[in-house]
């Protein structure tokens, strides 16, 4: 009984130095199907004390798009016209209604979460979006570098 209440404790320590160590990587663990044309894994666990700051401007693009403003969520991104106009065109034909975040690459100064997302007016349409973060070195903030969606 003894060693169990030393074991313990000296196990909890142990874990929760590892994750704080490993907290700059996203993923921690990622299941992969072979042949998925995509290549994102089929399922992920999420490191619990990774920075969320990138996926927080991933989600306030997210959210611009969801509430109608295209435009000014495209602005900031360094997309020709043609490309910014042929996104408007889409997300006003498959409005985005909600996403989840299905994972997450890159770590350091660049981070791309992506995210399943769920479209469309009257039927339901499921789609990807991955989101390019990076951090600027002097403000320490996480900009939105660039955008792909499925529609």
Do not use: C
């Not at 994102?40 to 490191?47: A, G, S, Y």
């Not at 989600?59 to 991104?77: D, F, H, I």
């Not at 994972?103 to 997302?117: F, I, M, Y």
Request: hydrophobic letters at 45%; zero cysteines; glycine letters at 6%.
């Amino acid at each position: 009984m003894k060693r169990l209440l030393i074991a313990l404790p000296v196990a909890a320590t142990f874990l929760v130095a590892a994750l704080w160590l490993t907290r700059a990587h996203g993923v921690v663990f990622a299941l992969r199907e072979t042949g998925d044309p995509v290549g994102e894994p089929r399922w992920i666990v999420l490191h619990p004390l990774r920075d969320r700051q990138p996926e927080r401007a991933a989600e306030a693009v997210l959210e611009r798009l969801r509430a109608g403003s295209v435009m000014p969520a495209l602005e900031p991104l360094s997309l020709s016209d043609a490309i910014r106009t042929d996104m408007a065109a889409k997300e006003a034909r498959y409005p985005l209604k909600s996403w989840r975040l299905v994972n997450r690459t890159g770590q350091g100064a660049s981070v791309k979460p992506a995210d399943l997302v769920a479209r469309g007016n009257d039927k339901e349409l499921d789609g990807r979006v991955w989101v390019t973060i990076s951090l600027d070195g002097p403000t320490r903030r996480w900009h939105v570098q660039d955008i792909t969606a499925w529609y």
